[in-house]
């Protein structure tokens, strides 16, 4: 079974958390992974490149 694993921060935290979601990576979406996630009104941001401003975490939303 495909699996897709995600590491993530919350806030400040220094130690990242795991979760593995029975979904493979090509057809994972972000509310498969809030829905895990359980937690309402969070933000969530990628690390991202920009061409202007290199490396940025950019919000992403549904």
């Known amino acids: 079974m495909a699996e897709t694993k995600i590491i993530y ?3 400040e935290e220094e130690t990242p958390y795991l979760v593995k979601i029975p979904i493979d990576a090509e057809n994972i979406t972000l509310l498969d992974f809030k829905q895990v996630l359980n937690k309402p009104n969070y933000k969530f941001f ?6 202007d ?10």
Do not use: L, P, Y
């Open 9 to 11: 921060h919350i806030d």
């Open 46 to 51: 990628f690390k991202s490149m920009d061409q």
């Open 53 to 62: 401003f290199g490396v940025v975490k950019e919000e992403i939303s549904d």
